[in-house]
């Protein structure tokens, strides 16, 4: 697996085709009481080709604003045919940083995105890109990570083995654009 940024030539639908986004969720954290308490709520998290879409507007969108997008990409061997053969670099996971400052003082960096393919969950590459994303935000002139998390038990367990807290200053656009999200922070 190799890890690098992402061009915005690179960065069209065709970048997703053999990445995998499904996610079945059982469990997930929700507020009550001011407290974060574990609740069943099964569905299955996927993209539709809408969602694709808008998915790589959005990553343009951080690249023309100064962010970053980062992906690891898999190296596969094409089999050879009249001249075509040689390997290709397959997308199967990615994170974007935000280049805008947010928080009272200016100190998050936000992540909009962090993603591993379905198939190649709990391999590791999620910490590569955390970590990869925060030395991003840090270069950006971030004090702080922002992470707008899903809520889901799996995703929240991957976000405080990497450190985070919640965030002491949650973004209410987030809030209102998410509200199921847990708002997370990471000191740099």
């Known amino acids: 697996m190799r ?8 960065l069209d639908r065709s970048l997703f085709s053999d990445f995998r986004r499904r996610q079945a969720v059982t469990d997930c954290y929700r507020r009550e009481g001011g407290q974060l308490v574990i609740r069943s709520a099964p569905f299955i998290d996927d993209w539709s ?9 959005c990553l343009r969108r951080t690249i023309e604003t100064g962010g970053v997008v980062l992906g690891a990409f898999e190296e596969i061997f094409k089999e050879p ?42 391999n590791g590459i999620g910490r590569e890109l955390f970590s990869l994303a925060c030395m991003e935000a840090k270069r950006l002139g971030g004090e702080k990570l922002y992470i707008s998390g899903h809520s889901a038990v799996e995703t929240q367990r ?8 919640e965030a002491l200053e949650p973004m209410e656009e987030h809030v209102k654009r998410e509200p199921y999200d847990v708002q997370l922070e990471k000191t740099l």
């Open 3 to 10: 890890i690098r940024k992402i061009k915005l030539s690179e």
């Open 49 to 57: 080709e809408a969602d694709y879409l808008f998915l790589v507007q």
């Open 81 to 122: 045919r009249a001249g075509s053969g040689g390997k290709k670099e397959v997308l199967k996971g990615f994170a974007s940083v935000e280049a805008a400052s947010l928080g009272s003082r200016g100190q998050y960096r936000d992540l909009t995105c962090l993603h591993v393919s379905a198939e190649l969950r709990g």
């Open 158 to 165: 991957f976000y405080q083995s990497m450190g985070c807290k």
